[in-house]
């Protein structure tokens, strides 16, 4: 029987209530949630569970060792001490990704190469070879973190972050990260019993989490590798019994999904990448303009869409915000619209709607808000009043 463990998942900022839940239904114990990451514990079938089938995490970390630390040459000490022939060769590659948050250690880039050091000594020591850094594809990625004068050294299970997916072969200008879009699909509130508009889709990456959410498709299926593939234990069987296992979980939504773009390029990439995903039987993209749109189905839907912020494009922000709040009040009835910006002056102040929701997240670097503004059947008052006399 596998033995349990504790790893760390991380995240993006504003997305660990959401992670946790994801970990919890996944099956994880002793779940607890941190800044932009959530602790938990499993067995190394369910780190296989995770990698694959989590859509709010960014990598799994697997600690392997704690410690602390005042100065480089305590880390390089206690580095020294960890077996790391139990983990790699000397024909192997590796990489090191080290992050500080302490007063002693100011350089994450010198951190790096101060843990680098430790591995190549231990090995030339003891061998008389070292295994090479290989900073692209590494046969290891080692993840050290210090806080104060806590070091935690962590073996990377992902290897590339998980927010590539493996769908995604053509981009639109500042294509959405598939995390962030995968997450503020669940923070919508979209579950597939809802019909599902992204009328700006771009390349189709917020439609794509959608469908593979709406019917329980594991996020990550369509990648070609993760970094525990690599590792010394990793067992290929238990491993498809893991991924085959989800996918019996997969069910069929029969929802409407819609994305539409006015650019045909987009729309051209869009259709590539659900194409990529095995999804176009559940997602319809046309290219169209919003503001000439209005809402063709009946029934409770979702509106979900990342429009132009930042340099994306050369726009009249006041009046494209404007036109938004405008189509969405005359031609979208009976939805909750959500979008994200980073843009609240030209932007979000000229929508024209009231706000229900306004969540903070980021874009990369970018503080935004995710907003959510609902839509009714004739007037708000009209909506009250009916539900009054029911």
């Known amino acids: 029987m596998n033995q349990n463990f504790k790893m ?3 995240t993006l900022f504003g997305f660990e209530e959401l992670l946790a839940k994801e970990l919890r239904n996944l099956g994880a114990t002793d779940v607890k949630i941190g800044v932009r990451n959530v602790s938990f514990v499993g067995d190394i079938g369910f780190m296989y569970k995770a990698n694959l089938g989590l859509r709010t995490a960014v990598r799994i970390l697997k600690p392997i060792r704690k410690f602390k630390v005042q100065n480089e040459d305590d880390l390089y000490r206690q580095l020294q001490t960890i077996k790391w022939d139990n983990y790699i060769d000397v024909n192997s590659t590796f990489s090191v990704d080290a992050v500080a948050n302490a007063e002693n250690f100011t350089h994450s880039h010198y951190l790096s190469l101060k843990t680098k050091d430790a591995i190549v000594d231990y090995f030339r020591d003891r061998f008389g070879k070292r295994p090479n850094v290989d900073l692209d594809h590494p046969d290891l990625k080692i993840n050290v ?5 806590d070091c935690t050294v962590s073996l990377d299970s992902s290897g590339d972050s998980l927010h590539k997916r493996g769908y995604r072969s053509a981009t639109n200008i500042a294509p959405i990260n598939e995390v ?7 923070l919508s509130g979209y579950d597939g019993t ?3 508009i992204d009328p700006m889709c771009g390349s189709g990456t917020i439609l794509i989490e959608a469908a593979m959410i709406a019917n329980n498709i594991p996020a990550n299926i369509n990648r070609r590798e993760f970094g525990f593939e690599k590792w010394n234990d990793f067992d290929e069987d238990l491993f498809e019994v893991i991924r085959n296992s989800l996918l019996k ?11 539409y773009d006015r650019a045909s390029s987009a729309v051209f990439k869009a259709t590539d990448n659900v194409e990529n995903a095995s999804l176009e039987e559940f997602i319809t993209v046309r290219q169209d303009n919003f503001f000439k749109t209005k809402k063709e ?4 839907t979702i509106v979900l869409f990342n429009p132009p912020y930042g340099e994306r494009l050369e726009i009249d922000v006041p009046v494209f915000y404007k036109e938004i709040g405008n189509t969405l009040k005359q031609g979208y009835p009976n939805t909750n619209a959500w979008l994200i910006t980073s843009d609240f002056e030209n932007g979000l102040k000229n929508v024209g709607l009231r706000t229900s929701k306004r969540i903070k997240v980021y874009n990369g670097k970018l503080e935004c808000r995710f907003v959510k503004y609902e839509m009714y059947e004739g007037s708000k008052k009209a909506k009250f009043q009916k539900d009054k006399e029911m």
């Open 8 to 10: 760390l998942a991380k």
């Open 249 to 259: 979980k997969v069910r069929e939504s029969n929802r409407e999904i819609i994305g």
């Open 145 to 149: 973190h210090i806080y104060r004068d």
């Open 180 to 186: 962030l879009a995968a997450g503020l699909v669940l």
């Open 194 to 196: 809802q019909h599902f």
């Open 297 to 300: 189905i009946e029934g409770k």
